[in-house]
T-cell receptor, first 110, second 114 residues
Framework: TQLLEQSPQFLSIQEGENLTVYCNSS?????LQWYRQEPGEGPVLLVT?????EVKKLKRLTFQFGDARKDSSLHITAAQPGDTGLYLC??????????FGTGTRLTIIP | GAVVSQHPSRVICKSGTSVKIECRSL??????MFWYRQFPKQSLMLMAT?????????EQGVEKDKFLINHASLTLSTLTVTSAHPEDSSFYIC??????????FGSGTRLTVV
């Protein structure tokens, strides 16, 4: 079974703080996606990273793809209550199926 | 663009009955759709791949006779949970992959079996 391990599993921090979420695997990926899911909704795509070492920024969110393309991180600066949600990394292992990571449930406390 | 509509958003059914969930691609054609299941506080687990005009392919451990999938057109896939039991209660999500867009997801169906 090919696994995507995310850490931490749960994270609760105060508004205004910074945080980093990690997504790791022993496999090499051609690309990796990050999604955010809010309760009762489907996941929404945040970003796709495709190049080893790539860094993408989306306002206060910074996504990095590891040089070896086996891992990725999501850094949020000055977290806001609206950032609360389930963050999921996901990859396509070459068979068109999208496999999700174990997820990080983030809660930002006002 | 690239919207996937899922219906119903919530359903409560009695144990032993069947429930059908619809997944529609609104502005694109989808020869392949995917069905996921999500338990509380957990990630999404792929159940099956729905193929237009042919049989669905199921992931290991998913009962094909319990979770019937039909993909009769390029814009509609349905998942029928047959003889539902309380342990089938979950959040079911479909997705499709429009060309050059990645994956887009429906808003999910909360199934509660009582």
């Amino acid at each position: 079974t090919q696994l995507l391990e995310q850490s931490p599993q749960f994270l609760s921090i105060q508004e205004g703080e910074n945080l980093t979420v990690y997504c790791n695997s022993s496999s090499v990926f051609s690309s990796l996606q990050w999604y955010r899911q809010e309760p009762g909704e489907g996941p929404v795509l945040l970003v796709t990273v495709v190049t080893g070492g790539e860094v993408k920024k989306l306002k206060r969110l910074t996504f990095q793809f590891g040089d070896a393309r086996k891992d990725s991180s999501l850094h949020i600066t000055a977290a806001q209550p609206g950032d609360t949600g389930l963050y999921l990394c996901a990859v396509n292992f070459g068979n068109e199926k999208l496999t999700f990571g174990t997820g990080t449930r983030l809660t930002i406390i006002p | 663009g690239a919207v996937v509509s899922q219906h119903p958003s919530r359903v409560i059914c009695k144990s032993g009955t069947s429930v059908k969930i619809e997944c529609r691609s609104l502005d694109f054609q989808a020869t392949t759709m995917f069905w996921y299941r999500q338990f509380p506080k957990q990630s999404l687990m792929l159940m099956a791949t729905s193929n237009e005009g042919s049989k669905a392919t199921y992931e290991q451990g998913v009962e094909k006779d319990k979770f019937l999938i039909n993909h009769a057109s390029l814009t509609l896939s349905t998942l029928t949970v047959t003889s539902a039991h309380p342990e089938d209660s979950s959040f079911y999500i479909c997705s499709a992959s429009p060309m050059d867009y990645g994956y887009t997801f429906g808003s999910g169906t909360r199934l509660t079996v009582v």
